[in-house]
Each structure stands twice: as C-alpha cells, then as structure tokens.
C-alpha cells in the first residue's frame, strides 16, 4: 500500500452515532532519535498542560464526557475501555510526562492531551488494504499494540479495519494494533483524528492541522487530507 493509492472509508451508521472523524497521510518523513530541540518543545507543551490540569477537570471536560457517550451508544463499558486521549491525561496528571516511544508517537501523544482529541498513527507499508471505520461483527482479527497473541472482537463495536487482511488497526479510539505501530524505520504515515458529538467540526480541524504542522516541523514529510468533515 502506498500514501497514493491508500482510501479511507466510514459507514453512514458510525457516523450518525456522533462519531467524528479526519484522516491525512505525511511522507515521507524521517523518524530519527530526538534531538535537544524536540525534548524542549515536548518539555514546554507539557508543562504549559500540567499548569491548569486537575483530576476533576478531567472528569468534566466536554470532549472526555463525549467519548464516553459514545462508548455507551455502542454497549461498551467505560470502565474497561478508557478512550485514549483520557487515559493519556491521567497519566500525565499523576507522573507528570507522558512515556517516551519515538518522535512520531510522542507528537501525536502530546497533540492528543494538548487537543483532547484521540490522534493515532498507522505504518502504510503494513496495511493491505483500504482503511474502513466501520462496526465489527466478530470475524475481525486483532493483535493489541504491544500483545504476542490476537483476541477476540466483540460485534457491534466501531473499529478502523485494514480491507486487505480484516484485522483491526484501531479498537475503537482506545487501543491500537501492533500490526500497524510506528517504528524508526517508518516513513509513510496515516494519522487519525477523532472526536465524538461534543466535538465541533471546528475543533477536529484545528486539531488536525496542529498534528499536520508539529510532524513536518520536526520530522519532514507533505501531508495529504485523506478524509474530513469539513
């Protein structure tokens, strides 16, 4: 699969839960170890979020809360599956960072706290086919990020699904696939910016633009609007 000839798809019916979505691919960029310059831009921005950042501010946040409408419209418990950009800000409120992966996961990770919105990236030369956002009916295949064995889909779930292979890239907005994960040697990317009902299309587009701007400042590439709403 190539940045070219890549697709993404959403059916109707994910997008009338109040699901929001954009997508763009950016390449080829260059993924390399951080330098000085990157940790004091990552160090500033977190910071600047720790400032205002409280337990009950996470609570009541409008973008959170959507999620977790969202998460209840498609039967699926809150409890267990805590979207991302949520769990991301608790993390940050009780270590104050965020883990260090690599450039590419790390800007998308600080875009994600900074715009509470869940921000993903996918490895196109590890996709087959097309990416469909879709709901599941429990054929799909799935390997979690960092897992050595598959588990099970449950149907009636949104997922973002590789067309070629039917694995699932994204489990809803809270866990990504190992098969596609960013590595160093990474070059062409698809990224994902998801909101929910809460979610002003306003607010997805800024968001997606911040994400475009902070990866080709710091690691190259020309972005390519796959998918938005607007």
Request: net charge neutral; proline share 6%.
């Amino acid at each position: 699969m190539t940045r070219d000839t890549l697709r993404f798809h959403v059916a109707p019916d994910v997008l009338a839960s109040g699901l929001t979505v954009a997508c763009f691919t950016l390449g080829p960029l260059q993924n390399t170890p951080p330098t000085p310059q990157f940790e004091r831009f990552r160090n500033e921005v977190l910071q600047e979020i720790l400032q205002d950042l409280t337990r009950e501010q996470i609570a009541t946040d409008p973008i959170l809360q959507g999620f977790r409408r969202l998460h209840e419209a498609f039967g699926v418990s809150n409890r267990r599956n805590i979207a991302a950009p949520e769990n991301l800000l608790r993390l940050l409120l009780k270590t104050g960072t965020l883990p260090r992966i690599h450039p590419a996961v790390d800007l998308y990770n600080l875009a994600s706290v900074q715009t509470r919105l869940s921000l993903g990236a996918h490895d196109i030369a590890r996709l087959v086919g097309d990416v469909y956002l879709r709901r599941t009916d429990g054929t799909e295949a799935f390997r979690p990020l960092g897992a050595s064995e598959p588990t099970g889909i449950a149907p009636g779930e949104y997922a973002y699904i590789d067309t070629g292979s039917n694995e699932v890239i994204c489990r809803l907005e809270v866990r990504q696939g190992d098969k596609t994960r960013l590595t160093l040697d990474t070059t062409e990317c698809l990224y994902i910016v998801q909101g929910n009902a809460s979610t002003p299309v306003s607010t997805l587009k800024t968001a997606t633009e911040l994400l475009m701007e902070w990866t080709r400042r710091f690691l190259g590439g020309q972005d390519r609007l796959l998918y938005a709403p607007w």
